[in-house]
């Protein structure tokens, strides 16, 4: 594993684990209860796929690009997966807050996790080595 990718699943790794103590924190607050923790995994769930998505896109278009594909048609391809992507996101976060009635604070903590632990993993790169 590179080191890009090994700090990747650092954050990774500590994106769960701040999901999982928030969803914690939340249940142990009594106005903010277990819908506020549902929200919270469900927000969580939201930024995994929003992440997946990303790195899929990533990949994607430097192997197209690697593989010599043409620039209209990597152009419409990326155009149509981006607009798919911010769609199918869309529909997760209104069957989360509409249909499963999940509270909006706790899905806004959720989908923090993710720049929480990156923000983390740069601190303790700083602490440890003076660089990023």
Excluded: C
């Amino acid at each position: 594993m590179t080191t890009d990718g090994a700090m990747l699943a650092r954050i990774e790794r500590r994106a769960i684990w701040l999901a999982a103590g928030v969803a914690a924190i939340t249940l142990a607050v009594p106005a903010a209860g277990p819908r506020t923790a549902a929200g919270v995994f469900g927000g969580a769930l939201i930024a995994a796929v929003s992440y997946w998505a990303i790195t899929r896109g990533v990949v994607g278009l430097s192997t197209a690009m690697l593989g010599g594909a043409t620039v209209k048609a990597r152009a419409s391809r990326s155009l149509i997966i981006l607009v798919g992507r911010y769609a199918l996101l869309a529909l997760i976060a209104y069957v989360m807050i509409a249909r499963l009635r999940l509270s909006p604070v706790g899905l806004l903590l959720g989908a923090s996790v993710i720049p929480a632990a990156a923000t983390l993993e740069a601190i303790a790169a700083l602490r440890n080595n003076g660089k990023v």
